[in-house]
Structure formats: structure tokens, C-alpha cells
């Protein structure tokens, strides 16, 4: 069981530049999303899967619902 790769700074300014609205927003974008993402940002993103980018932008929201101290999801 070999450990995840820590995100690099090119890896989160890509997901960042295409993903950013669904963070700000707190909604979880779609795999066709992530797809998307990884497309326009192939060499950037090259040893991420779709899957792994939507957890990412998760744990992007969870963490900033954390800071705001709100632990229930806008609806």
C-alpha cells in the first residue's frame, strides 16, 4: 500500500484554473468535469486520474467548510 503523491504546485494551479467555480460554489463537479480538466492540462495533470481530481476539489471544500466553521453543505 504505497502512499498518495502530495499535489505539486502545477497540479493545483491546473485544477484550480478549470475547477475553481465548482470550489467557490462548494458543488462537486462531474466526472465530464474532471475530464475536461485533465484534457486541457494533460502534462500537468498526467499521473492524476478523473477520480482523483474530484477528490481533490472534495477535500478543497470540505476544507474551506471547515475554516468557515459551517459543517452543513449549502443546499
Not at 484550480?16 to 462548494?26: A, P
Not at 465530464?32 to 477528490?55: F, M, Q, V, Y
Request: with cysteine; net charge positive.
Amino acid at each position: 500500500h504505497k502512499p498518495k503523491p502530495k499535489w505539486d504546485e502545477a497540479e493545483v494551479c491546473a485544477v484550480e484554473k478549470h475547477l475553481m467555480r465548482f470550489i467557490k460554489e462548494h458543488k462537486l463537479p462531474q466526472k465530464d468535469d474532471c475530464t475536461r480538466c485533465l484534457e486541457a492540462e494533460p502534462r500537468a495533470l498526467k499521473n492524476r486520474s478523473w477520480r482523483g481530481i474530484k477528490d481533490y476539489v472534495r477535500n478543497r471544500i470540505t476544507a474551506l467548510q471547515r475554516q468557515s466553521g459551517s459543517s452543513n453543505a449549502p443546499s
